[in-house]
């Protein structure tokens, strides 16, 4: 008995209050990390900018993401790296994961033909190790996690915030331009509420590091798919049938029947002068074809409208 009160009647009372406040013992959380939902909705406006995508279904290669932030945040390139594969997923293009190793190890082979050290096979190494069209690669060069909280006399708050700086780049591997080179910011918070002293303690959370990460990669995608938008169509002969001409587009280009295409016929090595890398090829204008009807998500169907002599491997480019 406490004054007339029983054990019983003080605990029917304890738990009243906690009714009445609308809370449970375990903490409340706000901002959980969800697929590719972001705290500035970029995801939004990557997924609108995606539908306005054009061109094939582009392979580009992801260089693991080095981690160069001061403190050494554990795992922050590696889980940049699998973040952005998402990311690039979803945008409507083909991502392939690569290490730094196997990088280095490209361009000594790259080196080496074009010295003629080594004989080229087949397949050339400048054309990557899945026939890569562009490259993506890195770093996290800051990240950041502040707590801020607030607390009144039955309940209390914490806020994790964490930031994040990113440096990366997009580069086209046929002819080695840089198109995007730029340094992207991302943040995200993290909320948990609790009542007199319950479910307060705080421990690691991944789920904020992988938040900001994101937020800072899906706004960089989108300046990228942008940068992406503004270049020509390119894509190459796939196979030749009497007057039909197949072409890597299909309907993931969204190109309507009726468009016109120029072929142009690849020629020798453009070598610079200085470095002594090949940095392109010339190219010949042999003529045009007209895009008839797709045959699936990557290949269409065309006509010949002007030119002759055509063959596998031509390159085909949008009249931009």
Known sequence: MIKGLSFRSVLLCFFAVFLLLGTGCGPKVQGTVKDDVTLTETGDELADIGELYRGPLYNVAIIAFENRTPSKAIDVGGAATEILRSIVKKSGLEPILLTSRELSEQEK????????????????STRGFEDIDYRISGAITSYAEVEEGSKSLISKSKTLVAKVQVDYALVDIESGRSLVADTGYGEYKK?????????????????????????????????MVEKLNEEPFVSNILAIEGERVYIRAGTKSRFKPGTVFNVYRPGSDLVDPTTGRVIGKSQRKIG?????????????????KSGSGFKKGDIVRSQK
């Open 109 to 124: 082979l790259i080196a080496l033909e074009q010295t003629g050290a080594v004989r080229k096979g087949k397949k050339e």
């Open 191 to 223: 909320k948990t509420g609790s009542t007199l002293g319950f479910g307060t303690k705080s421990t690691g959370d991944a789920s904020i590091r992988d938040g900001a990460l994101r937020d800072a990669l899906t706004k960089a995608m989108v300046r």
């Open 288 to 304: 045009s074809v007209k895009l008839t009807e797709h045959q699936g998500l990557n290949v269409s169907e065309a006509k010949l």
